[in-house]
């Protein structure tokens, strides 16, 4: 136990940590700016997962690490409008939808490795990226879509959609496409987190790399207060936990290695249990809309 306390235990801690924090930035991010519109889409780990795996093929065929990253982007985007259309248009419950997401998501990824790697010889291996560069994206978008929400008039009728959508009806807001636009960006971003997984964080592909990153992502949503500055430090706060146990599990066998793997997911039943309050949430958050008839 005396290696914990060294500059290398130290460094290595610092390194891992910013290593595990893109994916749940990027997920807690975009899914605090789809709640902010009245959507809970409880389905990140599906998204991720599709990101994933179309990042990874994408970045294996073509050599290209960011061209795998854009191809996860548009893969979580268009995943993401299977649920936008049926919370949108078809007033479907959210979590039901958010539920099936998660199961199609991780079926599809499934299959779609098992596909092609069959006709792969050898072990299947992306180009890797820079490790920081998906850093500099995830924070530059909390910052920006804080500015949003926050310094513009735009953003406050987004919110306003969140909160009290009749009223902002009223006053002329189009419900839909605010609702449309908080899907594209939420399943966009989930969409790059796990394309970062495959193509940044071990440049390769297993089932189940997700490995729970979207639930952790939404209790850092609740953890953070629905607000870009919490979710943040929730987030930091998550990739810290991950990436103790990984660097305790290396410099020590003093403490059950099963115990150290559930550190991460212990503080999201504990956030989840203790922070989440009735009424801190946005009003009409999770809560189907249907315009007035005229």
Known sequence: MNNIFTL?????????TMRMLPPLLLGATGEMFSERCGLTNIGLEGIMSVGAIVGFITSYF??????????????GWGVNMIYAFLTINLNADQVIVGNAMNILGLAIASLVYTTVSKKQAGVMQSVTADNYSVLI?????????????????????????????????????????????ACS???????LAGAYLTTIYISSYVNGIVSGRGYIALAAVIFGKWKPKGVLLACIFFAFLDALQLRLQVVSNAIPYQFLQMLPYL?????LSFFMKPGSEPKANGKPYTRESR
């Open 8 to 16: 290398t235990f130290l460094t290595g801690l610092l390194i891992a």
């Open 185 to 191: 960006v939420n399943g966009a971003l989930c969409g």
């Open 137 to 181: 994206i995830a924070v530059v978008m909390t910052l920006v879509i804080g500015f949003y929400l926050y310094k513009t008039k735009s953003g406050l009728a987004f919110r306003s959609v969140g909160e009290f959508p009749r009223a902002a009806e009223t006053l002329g807001i189009n419900i839909t496409k605010k609702k449309y636009l």
């Open 267 to 271: 503080a999201t039943l504990i956030v």
């Open 62 to 75: 073509t050599k290209n690490p960011y061209l795998g990253m854009l191809a996860g982007v548009a893969a």
